[in-house]
Each structure stands twice: as C-alpha cells, then as structure tokens.
C-alpha cells in the first residue's frame, strides 16, 4: 500500500512514515522541506501520484485564529488533490473534545478541519488523541514565570505519542472509518497535579500554583478533553514514561 503522510517530517509524521516502511507499505513524506505546500497547493499533485491513502498530520504555525485558514485551505487542497490522484482513504488526526471547546480559535480550526473532511469526495477516517506526554513541558513553559507555574485543574487524559502513531498506523492500513476514533492515555490528571508531577520527576525546584484561567486550557471547562467509554486506552502511565525518559 503507498501511503503519503502530510506533515511526514514532524513528531508524530517522521514515526508514522518509519513505522509503515517497517510494515512493508510505501510511506512517503510530504512537508516544505519536501517541496509540498498545503496553502498553495504547490507540490501536492506529485506528492499524492499512485497514492492510496493520505494521512494528515500536518499542524498550523499558530494557535491563533490564523489557523482557521490554515486548516481551510489545507484541507480543502488535500481533498481536491486527492480526488485529482484516486487517493481511496483520507486520514485525519485530530483532538479529543475538539468540537467541545468553540472559544479556542485552535480548536475551532480543527473542528472545521474535520468538517471538510466529512463533506468531502473520499472516504474518511478521523483518529482523535488526548494530549501528547510529550508537550507537558510546552505547556508548562506558557505560564512559567521566574519560579512559578500557573496552571488550571482542567482535567487531561495525556497519551504518549509513539502509541498515537500506533493508532494513526492501525486506522489508515485498515477500512476507512466513516466516523471518529478517540484514544487516550489510561489515567486523568488534574492539569496542576500533571504540572507538579513533571517539575517533580525532572527534579525542577520551580513550584505549581492553581491559576483557573492560566494559559490554553484556562479556556475550557469540564472534563471535555477526557475520553469516553468508547475510546480505546493506550497502556502507557505519564510517569513510568517519564522515568523512562530519565
């Protein structure tokens, strides 16, 4: 099976490629750095030729509003290109809770994302992950000041990202999904307690404090961004992880 994989030079992209090689399929990366614009539509064409399967794991330059055009016209080019190639399968991956969380231009922008992908030509799959393990320390960084951290107790249900690219492999090597997938980590944490539980195990001196409005996730409410009974739950804990990485 040839698969392109948009975005096939990032984080979760470059293992999913590496993965399907290794399985005997075609991965082909598709990024700038491989000539391929998803604003233009530049390099597309090529990049897709004799494809079957297209996986998008491409991401906006900003979290701003801006990503609403990003994702508008990534889409939309991927599509029209794809139906241009006979591509057979289009994969997205996405966010748990994603159409939850209107006040975030991000993830408005994905919901559209995911929008366009349902009203278009080519059967579809859309694979959505809780938080990756590894942005904790990003998200940490967005409200450190000096030596402290401020963070909400918004609940996170956090996923390591090799066990997104298992999942991300799973559903574009199988029969196009017609609907969503959710995936998550196996426990819930406060985002706070998750905050004090990296800064602990990096042995970081700084200290958490319980701001409700601090940061991205200040914004959302509830446990939106937690999955439901119908997700599958990937088997690694945040901090077997983090020992790991030690």
Do not use: C
């Not at 366009?116 to 938080?131: E, K, N």
């Amino acid at each position: 099976m040839k698969l392109a994989v948009i975005g096939g030079t990032g984080l979760i992209g470059s293992q999913v490629v590496r993965k399907l090689n290794e399985a005997g399929h075609e991965a082909i990366p598709a990024s700038q750095s491989t000539g391929v614009d998803l604003i233009s539509g530049q390099g597309l064409d090529s990049a897709l030729e004799g494809t079957d399967v297209v996986i998008d794991a491409s991401n906006s330059p900003t979290f701003d509003e801006a990503s609403l055009d990003f994702f508008r016209a990534s889409m939309s080019n991927l599509l029209a290109a794809g139906e241009r190639a006979g591509v057979r399968h289009q994969v997205v991956l996405s966010i748990v809770g994603v159409d939850q969380v209107p006040q975030l231009d991000y993830y408005r922008a994905k919901t559209l994302q995911e929008n366009l992908l349902r009203q278009g030509p080519t059967p579809y799959s859309i694979l959505r992950a809780t938080q990756f393990f590894e942005f904790v320390d990003a998200v940490l960084s967005w409200t450190s000041d000096g030596d402290t951290v401020r963070l909400p107790s918004t609940p996170l249900q956090p996923i390591a990202a090799a066990e997104v690219v298992d999942a991300l492999v799973e559903v574009s090597t199988g029969t196009p999904l017609g609907g969503i997938r959710d995936i998550a980590g196996p426990e819930v944490f406060p985002l706070d307690e998750l905050g004090r539980i990296t800064l602990a195990a990096q042995g970081d001196a700084r200290t958490v404090t319980l701001d409700e409005n601090a940061g991205l996730f200040g914004a959302v409410t509830g446990d939106v961004l937690t999955a439901g009974s119908d997700a599958r739950l990937a088997p690694t804990h945040y901090r077997d992880w983090l020992q790991q990485r030690r």
